[in-house]
């Protein structure tokens, strides 16, 4: 059974960082690309970042120079390392996988683009 679980989210004060990690079951992480997406109340589901299954990574260009994503794909994990965080970052954070590296035309930052889901956690910048 395919199963992916978000967790590292909480309430963090603005400047401060958190670390989401997403762990895969199922499935073996090393053929599949993963991204990160978040879902603010009121607003569309965006991509924020991927990693392909060749390591290459993708960024919104809000999250560029504050998020980074990375995996071990030894222990079928995926992490986002979350840096300068605002409250425009307040969202519930979901993972998702698509088998295949992201080639050039693919849109890593389109929900349709993946086939498994983690249920999301939730992140809260406040102070």
């Known amino acids: 059974q395919v199963q992916l679980v978000e967790s590292g989210g909480g309430l963090v004060q603005p400047g401060g960082s958190l670390r989401l990690s997403c762990a895969a079951s199922g499935f073996t992480l090393d053929d599949y690309s993963i991204g990160w997406f978040r879902q603010a109340p009121g607003k569309e589901r965006e991509g924020v970042s991927c990693?392909?299954?060749?390591?290459?990574?993708y960024y919104l260009g809000a999250a560029k120079g504050r998020f980074t994503v990375s995996r071990d794909n030894s222990a079928n994990i995926v992490f986002l390392q979350m840096n300068s965080l605002k409250p425009e970052d307040t969202a519930v954070y979901y993972c998702a996988a698509r088998i295949g590296r992201i080639k050039y035309g693919t849109r890593w930052d389109e929900s349709r683009e993946y086939d498994y889901w983690g249920q999301g956690t939730q992140v809260t910048v406040s102070s």
């Open positions: 990693i392909s299954s060749d390591g290459s990574a």
